[in-house]
T-cell receptor
């Protein structure tokens, strides 16, 4: 089956620093990748849609200058949380969509970000 | 995407069938029913999807009513490892614009020994 990886799985950083999270589709090419955020005991909330070679599309209320997304290849998308603050602490999950077929989404294992 | 309604939580005895309902009364003709589950602190896992016919795979069965306004996910022999939040999502299949998934609250299934 299609496998999506995320790195790191867990990160703790100081307030004001930037953190980069990588999302990779390991055995397929993904034209589109999605970034979600999940706070404790809440559902997943879509942050942005990332298409290879073009600018990401951000959901309403998500600051594009704070959450920088780069989708430079068909197998890699990165999310950089700039100048992180404690309120950015969350579970960040990416998913990748097959370029063909039904467009099924496959999710990464998630990255737990804690900002001190 | 059409909205879905699911019970907040359900319990199931280990080894018994778990039947998780989902209402999607505003589903459009070209929208599929997808089921994902999320085990604690992991990414969501795809389970099954269907349009109007009942579907079965190695994980579960999906029963869709004839009017397509509701569906039931069936885990035939629930195990403790099936404890998770189960999300029912309806969306158009294929195409980049239709790939977006909108997650509702889901059903928290607790499988008990």
């Amino acid at each position: 089956g299609a496998v999506v990886s995320q790195h790191p799985s867990r990160v703790i950083c100081k307030s004001g620093t930037s953190v980069k999270i990588e999302c990779r589709s390991l055995d397929f090419q993904a034209t589109t990748m999605f970034w979600y955020r999940q706070f404790p005991k809440q559902s997943l909330m879509l942050m942005a849609t990332s298409n290879e070679g073009s600018k990401a599309t951000y959901e309403q209320g998500v600051e594009k200058d704070k959450f920088l997304i780069n989708h430079a290849s068909l197998t890699l998308s990165t999310l950089t949380v700039t100048s992180a603050h404690p309120e950015d602490s969350s579970f960040y999950i990416c998913s990748a969509s097959l370029s063909s077929g039904s467009g099924e989404q496959f999710f990464g294992p998630g990255t737990r970000l804690t900002v001190l | 995407d059409a909205k879905t309604t699911q019970p907040t939580s359900m319990d199931c005895a280990e080894g018994r069938a778990a039947n998780l309902p989902c209402n999607h009364s505003t589903i459009s003709g070209n929208e599929y029913v997808y089921w994902y589950r999320q085990i604690h602190s992991q990414g969501p896992q795809y389970i099954i999807h269907g349009l109007k016919n009942n579907e079965t795979n190695e994980m579960a069965s999906l029963i869709i009513t004839e009017d397509r306004k509701s569906s039931t996910l069936i885990l035939p022999h629930a195990t403790l490892r099936d404890t998770a939040v189960y999300y029912c999502i309806v969306r158009v299949a294929g195409g980049n614009a239709g790939n977006m998934l909108t997650f509702g609250g889901g059903t928290r299934l607790m499988v008990k020994p």
